[in-house]
């Protein structure tokens, strides 16, 4: 996206909530969360230290600093300037700084990037699907990773918007809703209302094999609604039960379908 041209809705709503957005995401609940994400990529680290990896879509930087503290070099991605500016903070005060790296462009045209050069490429909190085109946001993210290289990418899981659809009580809103897949942030500035396209497990393996990728695993995340259970887990010994219980349902065919939102792991063939 050119920085010229004015800013898009995706754009605007994420740079009003930049500074924060951190806030907004720390409680037990977002805590149990992200140690279920990042439990889910450990394996799929690359082994060389220090190889280069992209977080897309990175936001605060949050996932940007693990990878940095765990020794690679990090390329932070974002549409919003403020995001960039954000994580530009957040990694600028860890050892091993001078190894990150901020880009602000959108993921549909990473021309700024080099191609064949990334290990691994995180796309955590659905960046892809808030895109204008998810299928050549996974092009450009394919030309940038190497031979096998990695791509860790979250989608709003389509099935579990249907309950807002019901809400509304509007079945003509909930049928195109099901045919397209295509939904919107809600926020009271309609200038900030983007467009999210959401899919079926089955259709986002489809669209990341038809672009490249073969698909290593794919969980759904979170199958427990524990969102709306927040007080189940106010002590970490709960919270480690119940981890337990989602990683024994989160790779599940038929559990996924109830999960907010899809896990994918895929590899360039
Ligand atoms: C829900 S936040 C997730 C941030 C971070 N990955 C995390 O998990 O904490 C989604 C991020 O994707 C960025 N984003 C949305 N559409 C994008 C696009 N077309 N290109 C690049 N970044 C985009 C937003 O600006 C925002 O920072």
Known sequence: MSRRRSKSSVQRYHDR????????????????????????????????????????????????????????????????????????????????????????ADLVDLSELPTDHFRLALALGDPIGCTSAPGRALKEIRKRLVDG???????????????????????????AFLRTGKTRWLTKDKEERFEIHTYTPLQVRKLLESVGFEIVGLIGKTVLPMRHHRALLDTSQRRRHWAKIEKSLCRDQAAIGRASHLQVVARVR
């Not at 860790?152 to 809103?173: C, E, H, K, M």
Request: charged share 20%; hydrophobic share 40%; net charge negative.
């Open 149 to 175: 290289g990695v791509l860790i990418a979250t989608f709003d899981n389509r099935l579990s918007a249907v309950d807002y659809y019901l809400q509304q009580g509007d079945p003509r809103a909930l049928e």
């Open 17 to 104: 909530v930049a500074s924060r957005y951190d806030a907004s995401y720390d409680d037990a609940y977002w805590q149990w969360h992200d140690s279920l994400t990042w439990d889910h990529i450990k394996p799929h680290l690359p082994p060389e230290s220090h190889a280069c990896v992209l977080d897309l879509g990175c936001g605060t930087g949050k996932w940007a600093a693990r990878l940095l503290q765990a020794g690679y070099a990090v390329t932070c991605v974002d549409i919003s300037g403020a995001m960039v500016e954000q994580a530009r903070k957040k990694l600028g005060a860890l050892a091993g700084a001078e190894r990150a790296s901020f880009v602000q």
